[in-house]
């Protein structure tokens, strides 16, 4: 496995839902793991990044609800995601860059996420 995501599902508004992304050794060792979404309809967007040191950043959107951790004897990274919004509803990916701001070097399948009652 190079890069999975997983973990995503059906779940209530207000609820909450973690996602992992493993990958391979090397893969996981990059500068830089990004979490994205695609909503139905819309451009995929950033929701936050990871750096090699553990240091992280969201975006305003899901401040304060999402948090993003790494596990580095597991080689994997996850996303948790509290107080979950319809809105949050998207295909979710895991993504590994060796540079911030330049398109990344590998990416996960995605996962679907669903927020509804």
């Known amino acids: 496995v190079q890069l999975q995501a997983s973990g995503g599902g059906l779940v209530q508004p207000g609820r909450s839902l973690r996602l992992s992304c493993q990958a391979s050794?090397?893969?996981?060792?990059?500068?830089?793991l990004k979490w994205y979404r695609q909503a139905p309809g819309a451009q995929r967007e950033l929701v936050g990044i990871?750096?090699?040191?553990?240091?992280?950043i969201v975006v305003d959107s899901v401040k304060g609800r999402f948090t993003i951790s790494r596990d580095n004897v597991k080689n994997t990274a996850y996303l948790q995601m509290n107080s979950l919004k319809a809105e949050d509803t998207a295909v979710y990916y895991c993504?590994?860059?060796?540079?911030?701001?330049?398109?990344?070097?590998?990416w996960g399948q995605g996962t679907q996420v669903t927020v509804s009652s």
């Open positions: 990871i750096n090699i040191d553990g240091s992280t």
């Open positions: 050794e090397n893969i996981f060792g990059s500068n830089y």
């Open positions: 993504a590994a860059c060796k540079f911030m701001y330049k398109t990344c070097d590998y």
